[in-house]
């Protein structure tokens, strides 16, 4: 659907996380009885993992694992896996191809690329770095075949006015997963399928089995935001 923010394999590779995976059995999109994000997949486990992986994460990030798991969880979305798209994305945080800047600079608070579609085109910008947590879940929540009232970003208003999913999304007869997203989102491209798995089966390894640094911040994040609406979020 558009050009990431740099070459997926080389943002990845950058941040170590690019390993052997199948990717043959991401999760379903949307939360449910039987797809849900696993008790050790808190904001302060997932923040550690990316500290880790970017030891000079800008401050103002610091917390971004909170803003994944509030908006998620008011969306009915799989967060942990958004977060860990949002890890492949921007290169850890470090938006960063290698040694070179990529497309979408830290200050637009953009976690997924959107808008940023070749050619200079720099992509979106939000006000602050929850509203773009918020922009990059919603558009998640599309792919997975909600209708989005009052997106905050523009990509996500204009890829449903353009109908350009509805095809696809009427071919299953199933839930949509992120491994359908990730075909869709770089086709013609294992890599980025492949590679959210990587990112997600290193989390497992490294971190499930730690006690949770900041187990305070679950509490937070579960907190209810007055913006959190249903449809200020999706319309069902």
Not at 73 to 89: N, S, V
Not at 135 to 141: E, F
Request: hydrophobic share 40%.
């Amino acid at each position: 659907m558009r050009l990431r923010l740099a070459s997926f394999a080389a943002l990845a590779a950058s941040v170590g996380f690019l390993a052997p995976a199948t990717a043959a059995d991401l999760p379903q999109i949307k939360l449910s009885a039987r797809n849900a994000v696993p008790e050790c997949a808190t904001p302060g486990r997932l923040g550690a993992f990316l500290k880790a992986r970017n030891p000079a994460l800008d401050p103002r990030f610091e917390l971004i694992a909170v803003d994944y798991m509030r908006h998620g969880e008011a969306l009915g979305l799989r967060w942990d896996y958004a977060f860990f798209q949002m890890i492949y994305e921007t290169g850890g945080l470090t938006f960063q191809n290698g040694s070179r800047q990529g497309s979408v600079r830290p200050a637009q608070n953009n976690f997924a690329g959107l808008g940023a579609t070749g050619k200079g085109e720099p992509g979106e910008s939000f006000p602050d770095v929850s509203t773009g947590v918020l922009a990059h879940l919603q558009h998640v929540a599309m792919y997975a075949g909600e209708k989005v009232a009052n997106p905050a970003a523009e990509r996500t208003r204009k890829v449903q006015e353009w109908g350009v999913l509805t095809s696809w999304q009427a071919s299953f007869k199933r839930p949509i997963t992120f491994a359908d997203l990730g075909a869709k989102w770089a086709p013609g491209s294992r890599a980025y399928t492949d590679s959210l798995e990587s990112i997600a089966d290193r989390f497992e390894s490294e971190h499930c089995a730690k006690a949770d640094p900041r187990p305070e911040l679950v509490e937070i994040g579960r907190a209810t935001s007055e913006l959190q609406s249903p449809c200020n979020l999706v319309c069902r």
